[in-house]
């Protein structure tokens, strides 16, 4: 794909990309980032998009897979940082591991339900979208995305 190609096709969909990012990392600079990050990794594979029927949905589905990693690097940064310290301020590092295993387990269990409803499940929960945001990113109507959450969540219960 033509450099010409590339800014036509991929690049227009650039504020599409970045509201989307925003909506999900709730951050500018993030969401730039994040943005930026796809857009790079599209040019590296451009050679790849010719046969993209509908770019603005690639374009936006591309940007919200690099969300959802800076989500996961994110938590998983802040376990390893909260670990830390959690151990040292309080001491009590039995409440630390349990907490720690219990994570771990709903983890384990989000990955069993439907990939719609672990989708679901994460922005609500990682990145903290309101129902409106993840019916906007999913592409499902509100109402779906609400019903998605509520089985979602009562599936959790009934595995745990």
């Known amino acids: 794909m033509a450099t010409e190609n590339f800014k036509h096709l991929v690049l227009a969909h650039y504020g599409s990309m970045y509201r989307v990012a925003y909506s999900i990392l709730r951050d500018s600079d993030d969401a730039q980032d994040a943005v930026q990050d796809a857009v790079a990794a599209m040019w590296a594979k451009r050679s790849m998009l010719?046969?993209?029927?509908?770019?603005?949905?690639?374009?936006?589905?591309?940007?919200?897979?690099?969300?959802?990693?800076?989500?996961?690097?994110?938590?998983?940064?802040m376990e390893m940082t909260d670990g830390e310290s959690g151990e040292e301020e309080t001491g009590c590092l039995s409440a630390?591991?349990?907490?720690?295993?219990?994570?771990?387990?709903?983890?384990?269990?989000?990955?069993?339900?439907?990939?719609?409803?672990?989708?679901?499940?994460?922005?609500?929960?990682?990145?903290?979208?309101?129902?409106?945001?993840?019916?906007?990113?999913?592409?499902?109507?509100?109402?779906?995305?609400?019903?998605?959450?509520?089985?979602?969540?009562?599936?959790?219960?009934?595995?745990?």
């Open 50 to 77: 010719s046969g993209i029927d509908n770019y603005e949905s690639f374009c936006v589905k591309a940007v919200k897979n690099r969300c959802i990693d800076m989500l996961r690097t994110r938590a998983s940064r």
């Open 96 to 160: 630390e591991i349990e907490a720690r295993d219990t994570l771990s387990v709903v983890r384990t269990l989000v990955e069993k339900l439907p990939p719609l409803q672990q989708e679901v499940i994460r922005l609500r929960s990682e990145a903290d979208c309101d129902l409106q945001e993840i019916a906007a990113i999913t592409g499902v109507s509100h109402e779906n995305a609400r019903t998605l959450l509520s089985r979602a969540r009562r599936r959790l219960k009934e595995l745990y």
